[in-house]
């Protein structure tokens, strides 16, 4: 008699149906409460109001963002530093002197995003800019990044930024492609 309750109990558990695995948690593609690392490559055309600073060059640039805000708003501060070949006109013998140069600038940029996995920004902020001279002004940017996952994204941005000091106006426009890693360990 006894062996009638326990192969009822073992028939019943045979046919109660599997717990479900519990659900994986969705994943988050905001920057809500990260901390990241850009890094990115450029192509950048400058002019200035003197003569022999327009030119074409490429650049390797840097930066740090903190998200701010409820949801993908950043704050991003950028380096970009450059190899350029200069031109300068010897004014004594009128020839044409070439050699290799180095230019970079600083931005501090407030960053808004727009969409989930593939997100546009707009790029508003300041920059200065070293050799040659020291110029500092408005920069402007807009992009569109791919979100990889909650830790990394592609970028391409398209920016510009016109400069007042020394040489007297100084603007440049470059074309970025980087990425953009990302920690929430801070959150």
């Known amino acids: ?13 045979a046919e109660a149906p599997a717990p479900e695995p519990a659900a994986q ?3 988050r593609l905001d920057h809500r409460g990260a901390i990241g690392l850009i890094i990115g490559l450029s192509g950048m055309r400058t002019d200035a109001s003197v003569q022999n600073e327009g030119y074409w060059r490429g650049g390797l640039s840097v930066g740090a963002s903190f998200n701010v805000g409820w949801r993908s708003n950043e704050v991003i501060v950028l380096a970009c530093m450059s190899m350029t070949r200069t031109e300068v006109l010897d004014t004594t013998t009128q020839e044409r002197l070439y050699g290799v140069g180095v230019n970079g600038h600083v931005a501090g940029l407030f ?8 997100k546009t920004f707009v790029d508003l902020g300041a920059a200065i800019n070293f050799p040659p001279g020291f110029t500092a002004g408005p920069r402007f940017g807009v992009g569109l990044q791919y979100e990889l996952n909650s ?5 391409a941005s398209l920016g510009t930024f016109i400069g007042f000091g020394s040489p007297a106006l100084y603007w440049r426009a470059e074309l970025m492609l980087g990425v953009q890693l990302r920690s929430f360990l801070l959150e």
Do not use: K
Not at 1 to 13: D, F, Y
Not at 151 to 155: P, Y
């Open 1 to 13: 008699m006894i062996l009638l309750p326990v192969a009822l109990a073992l028939l019943l558990a």
């Open 25 to 27: 948690p969705e994943e």
């Open 111 to 118: 960053r808004g995003y727009f969409g989930d996995q593939w």
């Open 151 to 155: 830790l990394a994204g592609v970028f």
